[in-house]
């Protein structure tokens, strides 16, 4: 056997380990659902508690699995959409970890968290190619790494504050009328746990800032135009735009109750269809897309 | 003079009463204009911008009627749009001046707990007076606690800061965004662009046939720039990038994952993978090179404000056929007719310069291409066939016709631009992001405190405002616990009222 045909033997046998692994990671991911939907349906804390343990493991497991897939193609594992794909279903696990660690038994908002991480898992898994290709010149740039990983730790958060923002609309009816604390919230601890919401919103608006603005000089270093309106540029400006009036909307008394929380929920949306849905809106409508860059 | 006289001659008062400059100043404004503006940008992720009414016809896009009298392919540049954007910079700047006035006011004074309700209770035990008490405590929060002592009306309240205000930094970011938007005005108005193809040996003139907005108002024409540039040389790079046989449909992975069928990558033909494209330039100005560089994608030239970028390249193919001494001229991806032969000839990407493979080793790249044929059938459908690899000395044989490339040129494809508006925006914007880290990451308190004697003890009664994710409001009363607790007798402590 040559030596390229051993390199290459070598690489499809880490890529196929890689792949059950990153299967693995998406089953767990699903087992997670299922117990905080299981924590939903029967209000016991046993399934959620479980369920935050199971997505501890599959957390790990998933860090192990972009080291090595950092390791296969040498260089940082966000390239193509099946690796931002993965980076995102992690990234927004662990930041919900993060928050979560403080929570004395409320659950709830993993539900969302789960199954995006597990869809995020599942969509890379059965639609896009697992290869590890090389850098191509315009990703050559230092700007690569921060750009991605900070723009997907604002989506990170951005989840996060979204599923807390959630299940406080959700669950503030029952509290506030008085009837009995369920899953974690009561009258005392409703509103410190939906302020977290806000907090991480604030937190991640200027990793978005800086994910735009890193995109912006790097676009001009390797194309002399630092804004293109290129529809995933304008998505994220949207996307930019929708929190800053959330994050203002705060400070105005009459906008700060369900308004200012359409907001949050609607810049959710907004980050979601800048990651993946780009073209989403166009297609709908039968518009075609002339863009070079966009999905 | 005049005009400075003419300035503070308005009533700069009244102008503030005025209703509408008062709805200018207001955050609800703010958030309007904002909701405006993503109308727009929605619009413009949804209709391709800058794309010829002609293509977006072509490619089946509907809306037409709207899409002209809207102008929604080039939205970024309607009236609506621009009115938008000066109305939120208007607004922008009346808050940012309305704030500055306010924090200018506050920069020494405080007004600050007109109505002061403290949140925690500490008994001191530190067997003085009551003001003794207070200059210690001072002297805890001042030199142990770093905190800075405001001026405030009420005697009794004292009031001290710690951090960077987040006022002043809520007011630099907003600050910075408005030379954000003044830079993106910059470029609107001033800046241009233009590409040039350049072969190597070759000194190009550079006169740009773009022209900016400011001196398209004013009928100007493109002015030829005073240096010439040179290609020295063109240097192409691949990786050798395998292909994964990797199954697309759903079940065929499923099987992957469960162990039944394995990922393959395999080394095929068509294997390369573009790593580099670099253009050692040289810039001329008389007989006198002035600057040199060899430029790639992310590393651009820079010279009199005019920047050049590895944009693209061309390939030029002279093809032979038999032993013709006339050859066909076409270029790479381009569709070339040659009498004689049933169909049109496509050739590829030519691959030359230097691969970097697999195992580590670099090899030179014996100059290739793929070529194609393309045939029509009376239904206007087409075929195309693959004809296989064409070296640079090698040949292919079509109806009965030897086919070969007597030559190659490859062409260095630059774009340059001009654009006064990156400066500003890139000091703005890096202002923009300092402020605001240090606005949400960083960590601000202010503390309002009293002293009052109870039970012939003196207490401290406090109140502590906090920003920043950073700041920690437990931490800060541990660390006021354990100063006062060095200072006091034995006393429990841990316990606030």
Not at chain 1, 246 to 272: D, E, Q, V
Request: charged share 20%; net charge neutral; proline share 4%.
């Amino acid at each position: 056997m040559s030596n390229l045909e051993t390199i290459l033997s070598r690489d499809s046998y880490i890529l196929a380990v890689e792949i059950r692994l990153f299967w693995l990671v998406a089953l767990i991911y699903g087992v997670c659902l299922i117990l905080y939907l299981i924590h939903l349906a029967t209000k016991k804390t046993g399934p959620g508690r479980m369920g935050t343990n199971m997505l501890w493991l599959g957390v790990i497991t998933h860090a192990g699995l972009i080291l090595l897939r950092t390791f296969e193609g040498q260089r940082a594992p966000f390239q193509t959409l099946y690796e931002s794909l993965s980076w995102f279903a992690w990234s927004t696990s662990i930041a919900y970890l993060y928050v979560e660690r403080r929570w004395e038994d409320i659950y709830l908002p993993g539900i969302l968290v789960t199954a995006l991480s597990m869809g995020a898992c599942l969509y890379a898994l059965l639609t896009r190619s697992p290869a590890v290709e090389p850098l191509s010149p315009p990703l050559q740039s230092y700007w690569f790494e921060w750009h991605v990983a900070l723009a997907f730790l604002s989506y990170a958060v951005f989840v996060v504050s979204c599923s807390i923002e959630i299940v406080y609309l959700t669950i503030k009816p029952s509290v506030k009328k008085g009837l009995r604390p369920e899953y974690g919230l009561n009258t005392n601890n409703l509103e410190t746990f939906h302020r977290q919401s806000f907090r991480l919103a604030l937190f991640g608006f200027p990793l978005l800032t800086f994910g735009i603005f890193s995109g912006a000089a790097w676009a001009n270093e390797a194309w002399g135009r630092y804004w293109g309106w290129d529809p995933k540029e304008t998505w994220s400006l949207i996307t930019w735009t929708v929190f800053a009036i959330y994050l203002h909307s705060m400070s105005i008394p009459r906008w700060k109750g369900i308004p200012a929380s359409t907001f949050n929920i609607l810049g959710f949306i907004c980050m979601l269809m800048t990651f993946i849905g780009v073209n989403w809106l166009a297609r709908l409508l039968g518009i075609p897309s002339l863009h070079l860059y966009a999905m | 003079m005049i005009i400075l006289t003419k300035i503070k001659s308005i009533n700069w008062q009244g102008i503030r009463e005025n209703k509408l400059y008062k709805r200018f100043a207001s955050l609800k404004t703010s958030c309007i204009f904002l909701g405006i503006l993503i109308g727009f940008y929605i619009i413009g992720a949804i209709f391709p911008q800058d794309a010829v009414l002609d293509d977006y016809i072509k490619s089946g896009g509907g809306f037409t009627s709207f899409v002209i009298f809207f102008d929604l392919l080039n939205v970024f540049n309607t009236p609506g749009f621009l009115i938008a954007a000066s109305l939120l910079s208007i607004n922008l700047t009346i808050c940012a001046f309305e704030i500055f006035l306010i924090l200018r006011s506050q920069s020494k004074t405080v007004s600050e707990g007109l109505q002061f309700t403290p949140q925690f209770t500490f008994p001191l035990d530190i067997n003085t007076q009551l003001e003794d008490a207070g200059e210690i405590v001072k002297e805890i929060f001042k030199k142990e606690m770093g905190f800075t002592e405001k001026t405030f009306t009420c005697q009794e309240i004292n009031i001290m800061e710690k951090g960077w205000s987040y006022r002043w930094l809520t007011w630099g970011y907003h600050l910075a965004i408005l030379f954000c938007l003044f830079g993106f005005f910059m470029t609107y108005i001033f800046a241009f662009e233009d590409e040039i193809t350049l072969y190597p040996g070759e000194a190009a003139t550079i006169k740009p046939a773009a022209i900016n907005r400011w001196n398209k108002s004013w009928g100007n024409k493109p002015q030829e720039l005073d240096f010439k540039l040179i290609l020295d040389e063109f240097i192409t790079e691949y990786n050798q990038f395998p292909k994964l046989d990797y199954p697309a449909d759903k079940l065929s992975r499923l099987a992957i994952a469960m162990g039944w069928k394995d990922p393959k990558y395999l080394l095929k033909e068509e294997s390369y993978a573009p790593k580099d494209w670099k253009s050692r330039l040289k810039i001329i100005k008389g007989n006198q090179v002035v600057l040199e560089k060899t430029i790639e994608v992310n590393d651009p030239l820079s010279y009199q404000g005019i920047t050049f970028y590895q944009a693209a390249y061309k390939q030029i193919l002279k093809v032979q056929i038999d032993d013709n001494p006339i050859s066909f001229e076409t270029e790479t991806d381009h569709e070339l007719i040659i009498p004689g032969i049933d169909g049109m000839l496509k050739f590829g990407a030519i691959r030359t310069g230097t691969l970097f493979k697999k195992d580590g080793g670099t090899e030179k790249i014996k100059t290739f291409t793929e070529a194609a044929l393309i045939r029509k059938d009376k239904s206007g459908k087409t075929e195309t066939e693959k004809l296989g690899k064409l070296e640079h000395d090698g040949s292919l044989y079509i109806d009965d016709k030897r086919i070969s490339i007597r030559e190659f040129k490859e062409a260095s494809v630059l774009s340059y631009r001009y654009d006064p508006g990156v400066p500003i925006l890139w000091w703005s914007g890096v202002t923009l992001l300092i402020a605001m880290a240090l606005r949400v990451f960083g960590a601000w308190y202010r503390i309002i405190y009293r002293l009052e004697e109870k039970d012939g003890m003196p207490h401290l009664l406090l109140k502590i405002k906090t920003r920043g994710i950073m700041a920690d409001e437990e931490r800060l009363i541990k660390r006021l616990k354990h100063s006062l607790e060095k200072w006091a007798e034995p006393i429990d402590l841990d316990e606030p009222v």
